[in-house]
C-alpha cells in the first residue's frame, strides 16, 4: 500500500486538521499507464535545425532525446506535411498527385531517424494538418470525399517511414483540429490491418475529445477502431464523465504553445501535473524546438531555441528543465497513482497547488512531483483556470511505508523555483541559477517523508539517482550574415530545402535546373491544398534573413516555366495577421510572363502598384535576372541590368480614414477593429457611398463592403440600420460568422512599406526556378542592413531594440543590491519625466531588478518597454504584465518579455515588432 500524508496546512478539509489521503495499496490502486512526456514539431517549427552545423545539431538532439540526460522525451510528435502553410511555414508533402509517392521530403525524417538512434524507445506519432490538394477532389476544404483514397494517403507515409527509412511510426491522428468521419476512421483502420501496419493506432481525433467521446459512445464498432482520445489544451477544462466511462486511454496530445520563460516554465510543470489528475497519461507541447524566422507567430514556445544557423547559437528554456523533473525521475510504462480526491480535485493541496504519484512496474521506485505556482507566475495563453492562492509555504508528509517490499530511506529532492535570470545552465554553481537545484535528502521516519513546499516552486522527490550534467555551446548569437550568396548547390535534390529559407505559402525545393548546369530553386505546388474550412491562400512565398532588415540589394536569376507564371523578389516583407495566409506588406518587384510586364508593388498581392510597365526579356522559358535595391525611402529595381525604377517612395496619407476612431472590444473575430460612429444620414441610407463616407471622409482612400451570414459573400454595400461600421486594420482579416453582421473599411492605399523586415522571393501557382542569389546590405561594405547604433553613457536614454542590432549596448550587469549597472559608478535610473536613461548610481531613482518577478523598479515605479520609442517608468500593477517583465541573461542582456521592439535604427520611423523575441534594453 502506498498513501500520502498531508499536513493541516495542505488539503482539502478544514484547517486545524491532518488528513489521509489514501491512496490504498499499490494492487487495489486505479492506476493508468503513464506513456511520459512529448514534443511536437509541426507547423514549419522545425525548419532551421537541419541548416545548423551537424556538431551543433548533434547537441540540439542530444538535449532533447538522449536518455537520461536532458529532455530525455519519451514521444517524438511530427506534422504530416501538404505543402500547406500551417502556422510557422509549409512542410513538404509526400504524395502530390495519387501515383507518386516520394518519402524523402522534407525534414521530419532526419528529426524522427535522430530521435530514434537516441532512444530506440521513442514513441513516434504522425498528424496531418491539411492534405494534398487532390484529395478534395475539387474541394477546398474536405478531405473525405473520398475516405479510401486519404486512407491510402496516410498510410503511405506510414509505410514511408516504415519501408525507407526504417521508422515505427506507431500512433496516428486525424486532421489537426478539425473534423473527422467515421467512415474515415473504419477504412484508416481497415488500411492499416490489410497492409502489415496493424500495429499502428488511431488518437481521436486530435482536436476537441467532447464531440468524438459523444461519437464513440454510440459506436462500439468505430470506437474499437480507435485506440485513444487525443486532447488539445485541456488546461482549466479537466475531463467528463462521459469522456472517462469510454475506459480508453486519454492523452493531452497537444499543449503549452506558451512563451517559454519563467512563466512559460510555471505553464508547463502546472499542466503537467494537472494533466496526470484529470487522466491524461501523456502531455505533448507544442512546439519542440523553436527553429524558425524570430519574429513569426508563436516565437520561443518551445524546451530550446534554435533561430541563428548561421551564427551556431542556441538556447536553453526554463521549459527544459521542468520537463527534466520528469523524465529523468520517469519511464514510460510506470503506473499514475490515483487520489482519494479523485478527478474533481485533481490531488490537490490545501494550501495550493497539485501532486502526482507515479512508481515503476516492478514497484521498486517512485516518483512525486508537485507544483506551488501562482497564476501569476504559470500563465498559459490557453484555457487558463481563473486564479487561485498558494499558500507561502506548506508541509507536506508522504507516507511511503507501504509502497514497496523493500522500504526506502530516503528520497532525493528535486527543486526549481520562477527565477528570471536566463538562461542558466543546469547544475551551475552560480548562486542566480534556481532552476533543477538538487536539495537535501528527506529522510523517511516510520514511514513518512516530510517537505516544505515553497511557493512558485516545482518539486520531484525521488528513488532515482541522477547527477544532470549538460553540455550546451555557447557562442554569440549575431544577425544574419552579410554579404549572402547561394548557388543552391549544396541540398539534396530530391526534396531538399535551401538553407535559411523559410517557405511561408507553397514549397520551395532543390532541383535541377533549366537550360543550365546545376541547381535551382524551385517552387513545386501546382495545385493548393486541403486546409481547413477558415484558411485560405496567397501566393507561394518564402522569407530569409532578419525581420529587422532595413537597407539591402538583393538579386537573383529568376526562370518562369512557362507564360502563364509570375514571380517577384522583395524586401522588407512583414508577416500579415493570419500566418501568411494573407496579403503581406513589403516591396515586391514582380514579373508577369503572361503579359510581358514588371510592377513595383506596395504588397504581395500587387493591389496597390506604385509603377509599372514592359520589358520584351519578361517572358517564359528564359533566365532573367532581377534586382531590388532599398535605401531608406528610394528604390531601385533592374531587369538583366537595365533600370526599370529608380524612385522615391510615399507612404500615402492614410489619416483621413483613421480619424476620431477608438478600440472596439465587440465579439467579431478575425482582425483587428475599430468602431466608427455613423450619422443619422447614412445609417439609413441605401446608398453605397453615403455610407462610405461615414467611415472614411476621403473615398479615394478607403473601400467598405458588408458581412452578413456564412451564406453572403462580402460585397461593396452597406448593411441599412446598423449603428456603426467597422474599420479594418492593415494586415488584419475580418473572417465570416454566422448571424452576424458588420460594415467593413480599409484604406485603399493599402499595406504601408515597412521600415525593414525579411527578403523573400514569390511567385504565382506553378513551377518558377530561381538561382544565384546575392544579398548585400547597404552599410559596412554590404556586411550589415542597418545603420549602427551609437552608444551613450551617462545620461544616454535606455531603448528596447534587437539583441544583435550593432553597436547596441547591452553589457548591464547587477550591483550588490541587484541595481542595474554599468559600472560600479554608472547605473540604470530613471528621470523626473519618466523616462529611463543611466545617472549615477545609489540615487533614489536607481533601478533595481528582482529576480523573482523579472521587474525593474525603483521606488516611484515600474520600468515598461513595449512599443515605445524609449523605455518608460510606469505604474505598479499587482500582477506584472509583460511590458514590466525582462529576462536577465549571463550576457548582460535584459530581454523584455513584452514582443515587440523597435525595429529600426533611431534615424527611421518606429515601428513595433508583434511576437519579436529578442528585444534588450540599450543605449543607442
Same mark, same amino acid.
Not at 469510454?246 to 499542466?271: F, H
Not at 536553453?316 to 520517469?330: E, G, N, R
Given at each position: 500500500?502506498?498513501?500520502?500524508?498531508?499536513?493541516?496546512?495542505?488539503?482539502?478539509?478544514?484547517?486545524?486538521?491532518?488528513?489521509?489521503?489514501?491512496?490504498?495499496?499499490?494492487?487495489?490502486?486505479?492506476?493508468?499507464?503513464?506513456?511520459?512526456?512529448?514534443?511536437?514539431?509541426?507547423?514549419?517549427?522545425?525548419?532551421?535545425?537541419?541548416?545548423?552545423?551537424?556538431?551543433?545539431?548533434?547537441?540540439?538532439?542530444?538535449?532533447?532525446?538522449?536518455?537520461?540526460?536532458?529532455?530525455?522525451?519519451?514521444?517524438?510528435?511530427?506534422?504530416?506535411?501538404?505543402?500547406?502553410?500551417?502556422?510557422?511555414?509549409?512542410?513538404?508533402?509526400?504524395?502530390?498527385?495519387?501515383?507518386?509517392?516520394?518519402? #524523402?521530403?522534407?525534414?521530419?525524417?532526419?528529426?524522427?531517424?535522430?530521435?530514434?538512434?537516441?532512444?530506440?524507445?521513442?514513441?513516434?506519432?504522425?498528424?496531418?494538418?491539411?492534405?494534398?490538394?487532390?484529395?478534395?477532389?475539387?474541394?477546398?476544404?474536405?478531405?473525405?470525399?473520398?475516405?479510401? $483514397?486519404?486512407?491510402?494517403?496516410?498510410?503511405?507515409?506510414?509505410?514511408?517511414?516504415? %519501408?525507407?527509412?526504417?521508422?515505427?511510426?506507431?500512433?496516428?491522428?486525424?486532421?489537426?483540429?478539425?473534423?473527422?468521419?467515421?467512415?474515415?476512421?473504419?477504412?484508416?483502420?481497415?488500411?492499416?490491418?490489410?497492409?502489415?501496419?496493424?500495429?499502428?493506432?488511431?488518437?481521436?481525433?486530435?482536436?476537441?475529445?467532447?464531440?468524438?467521446?459523444?461519437?464513440?459512445?454510440?459506436?462500439?464498432?468505430?470506437?474499437?477502431?480507435?485506440?485513444?482520445?487525443?486532447?488539445?489544451?485541456?488546461?482549466?477544462?479537466?475531463?467528463?464523465?462521459?469522456?472517462?466511462?469510454?475506459?480508453?486511454?486519454?492523452?493531452?496530445?497537444?499543449?503549452?504553445?506558451?512563451?517559454?520563460?519563467?512563466?512559460?516554465?510555471?505553464?508547463?510543470?502546472?499542466?503537467?501535473?494537472?494533466?496526470?489528475?484529470?487522466?491524461?497519461?501523456?502531455?505533448?507541447?507544442?512546439?519542440?524546438?523553436?527553429?524558425?524566422? *524570430?519574429?513569426?507567430?508563436?516565437?520561443?514556445?518551445?524546451?530550446? +531555441?534554435?533561430?541563428?544557423?548561421?551564427?551556431?547559437?542556441?538556447?536553453?528554456?526554463?521549459?527544459?528543465?521542468?520537463?527534466?523533473?520528469?523524465?529523468?525521475?520517469?519511464?514510460?510504462?510506470?503506473?499514475?497513482?490515483?487520489?482519494?480526491?479523485?478527478?474533481?480535485? *485533481?490531488?490537490?493541496?490545501?494550501?495550493?497547488?497539485?501532486?502526482?504519484?507515479?512508481?515503476?512496474?516492478?514497484?521498486?521506485?517512485?516518483?512525486?512531483?508537485?507544483?506551488?505556482?501562482?497564476?501569476?507566475?504559470?500563465?498559459?495563453?490557453?484555457? %487558463?483556470?481563473?486564479?487561485?492562492?498558494?499558500?507561502?509555504?506548506?508541509?507536506?508528509?508522504?507516507?511511503?511505508?507501504?509502497?514497496?517490499?523493500?522500504?526506502?530511506?530516503?528520497?532525493?529532492?528535486?527543486?526549481?523555483?520562477?527565477?528570471?535570470?536566463?538562461?542558466?545552465?543546469?547544475?551551475?554553481?552560480?548562486?542566480?541559477?534556481?532552476?533543477?537545484?538538487?536539495?537535501?535528502?528527506?529522510?523517511?521516519?516510520?514511514?513518512?517523508?516530510?517537505?516544505?513546499?515553497?511557493?512558485?516552486?516545482?518539486?520531484?522527490?525521488?528513488?532515482?539517482?541522477?547527477?544532470?550534467?549538460?553540455?550546451?555551446?555557447?557562442?554569440?548569437?549575431?544577425?544574419?550574415?552579410?554579404?549572402?550568396?547561394?548557388?543552391?548547390?549544396?541540398?539534396?535534390?530530391?526534396?531538399?530545402?535551401?538553407?535559411?529559407?523559410?517557405?511561408?505559402?507553397?514549397?520551395?525545393?532543390?532541383?535541377?535546373?533549366?537550360?543550365? #548546369?546545376?541547381?535551382?530553386?524551385?517552387?513545386?505546388?501546382?495545385?493548393?491544398?486541403?486546409?481547413?474550412?477558415?484558411?485560405?491562400?496567397?501566393?507561394?512565398?518564402?522569407?530569409?534573413?532578419?525581420?529587422?532588415?532595413?537597407?539591402?540589394?538583393?538579386?537573383?536569376?529568376?526562370?518562369?516555366?512557362?507564360?502563364?507564371?509570375?514571380?517577384?523578389?522583395?524586401?522588407?516583407?512583414?508577416?500579415?495577421?493570419?500566418?501568411?495566409?494573407?496579403?503581406?506588406?513589403?516591396?515586391?518587384?514582380?514579373?508577369?510572363?503572361?503579359?510581358?510586364?514588371?510592377?513595383?508593388?506596395?504588397?504581395?498581392?500587387?493591389?496597390?502598384?506604385?509603377?509599372?510597365?514592359?520589358?520584351?526579356?519578361?517572358?517564359?522559358?528564359?533566365?532573367?535576372?532581377?534586382?531590388?535595391?532599398?535605401?531608406?525611402?528610394? $528604390?531601385?529595381?533592374?531587369?538583366?541590368?537595365?533600370?526599370?525604377?529608380?524612385?522615391?517612395?510615399?507612404?500615402?496619407?492614410?489619416?483621413?480614414?483613421?480619424?476620431?476612431?477608438?478600440?472596439?472590444?465587440?465579439?467579431?473575430?478575425?482582425? %483587428?477593429?475599430?468602431?466608427?460612429?455613423?450619422?443619422?444620414?447614412?445609417?439609413?441610407?441605401?446608398?453605397?457611398?453615403?455610407?462610405? *463616407?461615414?467611415?472614411?471622409?476621403?473615398?479615394?482612400?478607403?473601400?467598405?463592403?458588408?458581412?452578413?451570414?456564412?451564406?453572403?459573400?462580402?460585397?461593396?454595400?452597406?448593411?441599412?440600420?446598423?449603428?456603426?461600421?467597422?474599420?479594418?486594420?492593415?494586415?488584419?482579416?475580418?473572417? +465570416?460568422?454566422?448571424?452576424?453582421?458588420?460594415?467593413?473599411?480599409?484604406?485603399?492605399?493599402?499595406?504601408?512599406?515597412?521600415?525593414?523586415?525579411?527578403?523573400?522571393?514569390?511567385?504565382?501557382?506553378?513551377?518558377?526556378?530561381?538561382?544565384?542569389?546575392?544579398?548585400?546590405?547597404?552599410?559596412?561594405?554590404?556586411?550589415?542592413?542597418?545603420?549602427?547604433?551609437?552608444?551613450?553613457?551617462?545620461? $544616454?536614454?535606455?531603448?528596447?531594440?534587437?539583441?544583435?542590432?550593432?553597436?547596441?549596448?547591452?553589457?548591464?550587469?547587477?550591483?550588490?543590491?541587484?541595481?542595474?549597472?554599468?559600472?560600479?559608478?554608472?547605473?540604470?535610473?530613471?528621470?523626473?519625466?519618466?523616462?529611463?536613461?543611466?545617472?549615477?548610481?545609489?540615487?533614489?531613482?536607481?533601478?533595481?531588478?528582482?529576480?523573482?518577478?523579472?521587474?525593474?523598479?525603483?521606488?516611484?515605479?515600474?520600468?515598461?518597454?513595449?512599443?515605445?520609442?524609449?523605455?518608460?517608468?510606469?505604474?505598479?500593477?499587482?500582477?506584472?504584465?509583460?511590458?514590466?517583465?525582462?529576462?536577465?541573461?549571463?550576457?548582460?542582456?535584459?530581454?523584455?518579455? $513584452?514582443?515587440?521592439?523597435?525595429?529600426?535604427?533611431?534615424?527611421?520611423?518606429?515601428?513595433?515588432?508583434?511576437?519579436?523575441?529578442?528585444?534588450?534594453?540599450?543605449?543607442?
Amino acid at each position: 500500500m502506498f498513501s500520502l500524508l498531508v499536513a493541516s496546512s495542505l488539503l482539502l478539509v478544514s484547517a486545524g486538521t491532518v488528513t489521509r489521503v489514501s491512496l490504498g495499496s499499490v494492487a487495489g490502486n486505479e492506476t493508468r499507464e503513464f506513456f511520459g512526456v512529448g514534443g511536437l514539431s509541426g507547423g514549419a517549427t522545425s525548419n532551421f535545425l537541419f541548416s545548423y552545423e551537424d556538431d551543433i545539431q548533434n547537441e540540439i538532439l542530444d538535449l532533447l532525446f538522449k536518455p537520461g540526460y536532458a529532455a530525455s522525451l519519451n514521444i517524438l510528435k511530427v506534422e504530416i506535411g501538404c505543402d500547406d502553410q500551417t502556422t510557422d511555414g509549409c512542410e513538404a508533402c509526400h504524395m502530390r498527385t495519387p501515383t507518386e509517392v516520394n518519402c #524523402n521530403r522534407g525534414y521530419e525524417w532526419d528529426l524522427m531517424k535522430a530521435a530514434v538512434s537516441r532512444n530506440p524507445s521513442v514513441t513516434l506519432v504522425g498528424l496531418p494538418w491539411g492534405f494534398a490538394g487532390w484529395l478534395g477532389y475539387g474541394q477546398d476544404h474536405n478531405p473525405y470525399v473520398n475516405v479510401t $483514397a486519404t486512407a491510402d494517403y496516410i498510410a503511405r507515409w506510414v509505410e514511408c517511414g516504415r %519501408d525507407t527509412h526504417g521508422l515505427n511510426i506507431s500512433v496516428i491522428g486525424l486532421w489537426n483540429e478539425m473534423s473527422f468521419t467515421t467512415s474515415y476512421i473504419l477504412a484508416l483502420r481497415k488500411r492499416f490491418d490489410e497492409s502489415n501496419l496493424g500495429h499502428v493506432r488511431i488518437i481521436c481525433p486530435d482536436g476537441d475529445i467532447a464531440s468524438a467521446a459523444q461519437v464513440l459512445s454510440n459506436n462500439e464498432t468505430v470506437k474499437d477502431a480507435v485506440w485513444a482520445l487525443g486532447a488539445h489544451y485541456p488546461n482549466g477544462g479537466g475531463t467528463n464523465n462521459l469522456e472517462r466511462s469510454l475506459d480508453m486511454v486519454m492523452w493531452s496530445s497537444e499543449d503549452y504553445s506558451t512563451y517559454s520563460d519563467a512563466t512559460g516554465a510555471g505553464c508547463w510543470g502546472r499542466l503537467l501535473v494537472q494533466n496526470l489528475g484529470w487522466g491524461y497519461t501523456a502531455t505533448i507541447s507544442w512546439y519542440l524546438l523553436g527553429s524558425f524566422a *524570430r519574429g513569426m507567430d508563436y516565437d520561443s514556445d518551445g524546451l530550446l +531555441r534554435a533561430e541563428w544557423p548561421t551564427s551556431g547559437h542556441y538556447e536553453l528554456t526554463p521549459m527544459l528543465y521542468i520537463t527534466m523533473h520528469w523524465t529523468l525521475f520517469t519511464q514510460p510504462g510506470w503506473r499514475v497513482m490515483s487520489c482519494s480526491d479523485g478527478y474533481t480535485g *485533481r490531488c490537490a493541496m490545501k494550501g495550493g497547488g497539485n501532486y502526482a504519484v507515479l512508481y515503476s512496474s516492478k514497484n521498486d521506485d517512485i516518483t512525486i512531483v508537485a507544483h506551488a505556482f501562482t497564476h501569476s507566475t504559470s500563465k498559459c495563453i490557453r484555457k %487558463d483556470p481563473p486564479p487561485w492562492n498558494i499558500t507561502a509555504t506548506q508541509k507536506v508528509e508522504f507516507d511511503v511505508s507501504e509502497i514497496s517490499a523493500k522500504l526506502p530511506t530516503k528520497l532525493h529532492v528535486w527543486r526549481s523555483c520562477s527565477d528570471w535570470i536566463y538562461p542558466a545552465p543546469v547544475g551551475s554553481s552560480e548562486k542566480e541559477n534556481s532552476y533543477l537545484q538538487q536539495q537535501n535528502d528527506v529522510l523517511i521516519e516510520n514511514g513518512v517523508a516530510t517537505l516544505i513546499i515553497e511557493r512558485d516552486c516545482y518539486y520531484t522527490l525521488t528513488t532515482i539517482t541522477r547527477t544532470p550534467t549538460l553540455n550546451a555551446t555557447k557562442t554569440k548569437a549575431n544577425m544574419f550574415p552579410l554579404p549572402y550568396n547561394d548557388s543552391f548547390e549544396n541540398g539534396k535534390e530530391d526534396g531538399g530545402e535551401a538553407l535559411y529559407f523559410g517557405d511561408q505559402m507553397g514549397k520551395f525545393e532543390i532541383a535541377k535546373a533549366s537550360e543550365r #548546369n546545376g541547381n535551382s530553386l524551385r517552387q513545386q505546388v501546382v495545385q493548393w491544398p486541403v486546409s481547413c474550412p477558415w484558411c485560405d491562400h496567397s501566393q507561394p512565398i518564402t522569407i530569409i534573413g532578419d525581420e529587422y532588415w532595413e537597407d539591402l540589394n538583393v538579386s537573383i536569376d529568376v526562370y518562369l516555366e512557362s507564360d502563364k507564371e509570375s514571380a517577384a523578389v522583395a524586401l522588407r516583407v512583414q508577416e500579415p495577421s493570419n500566418f501568411f495566409r494573407d496579403n503581406c506588406g513589403g516591396l515586391f518587384l514582380w514579373v508577369d510572363g503572361t503579359k510581358n510586364q514588371w510592377r513595383l508593388c506596395q504588397d504581395s498581392y500587387c493591389n496597390h502598384t506604385i509603377t509599372q510597365g514592359s520589358s520584351a526579356v519578361v517572358k517564359g522559358q528564359t533566365w532573367i535576372r532581377l534586382q531590388l535595391v532599398v535605401d531608406g525611402m528610394r $528604390a531601385i529595381g533592374s531587369i538583366n541590368g537595365n533600370t526599370v525604377v529608380n524612385m522615391t517612395l510615399n507612404q500615402g496619407d492614410r489619416q483621413s480614414c483613421l480619424n476620431s476612431v477608438v478600440q472596439h472590444g465587440g465579439s467579431i473575430v478575425g482582425g %483587428d477593429y475599430t468602431n466608427l460612429p455613423l450619422d443619422a444620414a447614412a445609417n439609413t441610407s441605401t446608398n453605397t457611398e453615403a455610407c462610405l *463616407r461615414a467611415c472614411c471622409q476621403d473615398i479615394g482612400k478607403c473601400k467598405a463592403w458588408a458581412l452578413e451570414d456564412e451564406a453572403q459573400s462580402p460585397g461593396p454595400h452597406c448593411i441599412v440600420g446598423k449603428p456603426c461600421c467597422w474599420l479594418k486594420s492593415v494586415g488584419s482579416v475580418i473572417a +465570416r460568422k454566422s448571424s452576424q453582421s458588420a460594415m467593413g473599411v480599409i484604406p485603399s492605399i493599402g499595406y504601408p512599406i515597412p521600415s525593414v523586415g525579411w527578403a523573400a522571393l514569390a511567385t504565382s501557382l506553378g513551377n518558377v526556378q530561381f538561382d544565384n542569389l546575392n544579398i548585400q546590405g547597404l552599410y559596412d561594405d554590404g556586411k550589415s542592413a542597418v545603420p549602427h547604433c551609437t552608444a551613450g553613457a551617462q545620461a $544616454a536614454q535606455v531603448s528596447s531594440v534587437p539583441c544583435t542590432y550593432p553597436g547596441a549596448m547591452t553589457a548591464w550587469s547587477l550591483g550588490p543590491n541587484s541595481e542595474v549597472q554599468l559600472s560600479s559608478t554608472v547605473c540604470m535610473h530613471a528621470g523626473s519625466d519618466g523616462l529611463v536613461s543611466t545617472g549615477s548610481c545609489g540615487s533614489n531613482n536607481t533601478i533595481i531588478y528582482n529576480r523573482t518577478t523579472g521587474m525593474l523598479t525603483t521606488g516611484s515605479g515600474v520600468v515598461t518597454s513595449n512599443q515605445n520609442t524609449s523605455v518608460m517608468l510606469s505604474q505598479a500593477l499587482p500582477i506584472p504584465s509583460d511590458g514590466q517583465q525582462f529576462q536577465f541573461s549571463s550576457l548582460g542582456q535584459f530581454r523584455n518579455k $513584452a514582443s515587440s521592439c523597435l525595429k529600426s535604427s533611431p534615424t527611421t520611423p518606429v515601428q513595433p515588432i508583434v511576437n519579436y523575441r529578442d528585444c534588450c534594453l540599450a543605449l543607442c
